[in-house]
């Protein structure tokens, strides 16, 4: 356990968090498509794919699931190095990646 969660005992909400999340998954109150109108760029790190997913087919994998539909998507990329914290693991790439989604948003 991280010293963090366990000195101030954060690690109980935490928990709490993701478990309601996995038992009351969120869904739109409108009916509207895309449900996320905003301009979304998305970041997958090789670390992170899915079981049986490879950083070369993660966005190909990412546009063919049903979730792909919900997002205004204006910038997918994937990475093959890189975690959790990508700007201090790969902070060039981070910054390409937040240059092409902003690009002419302005």
């Known amino acids: 356990m991280r010293p963090s969660f366990g000195v101030n005992n954060a ?4 928990m709490r968090f993701y478990a309601n999340a996995n038992r ?4 739109p109150t409108h009916d509207h498509w895309p449900v996320v109108k905003a ?3 998305i970041t997958f ?5 899915p079981s049986g997913v ?6 190909e994998n990412f ?6 539909p919900w997002y205004n998507h204006v910038n997918i990329t994937a990475h093959e ?7 201090w693991e790969i902070p060039g790439n981070w910054v390409d ?3 092409r989604t902003f690009r002419g948003r302005r």
């Open 54 to 59: 490879t950083t070369g087919n993660r966005v």
């Open 11 to 14: 690690i109980e909400s935490s």
């Open 81 to 87: 190095q890189g975690g959790h914290f990508i700007p």
């Open 45 to 49: 790190v090789g670390y992170e794919n």
């Open 63 to 68: 546009l063919s699931s049903d979730r792909a």
């Open 24 to 27: 009351y998954p969120w869904t």
């Open 97 to 99: 990646d937040l240059r």
């Open 39 to 41: 301009p979304t760029g």
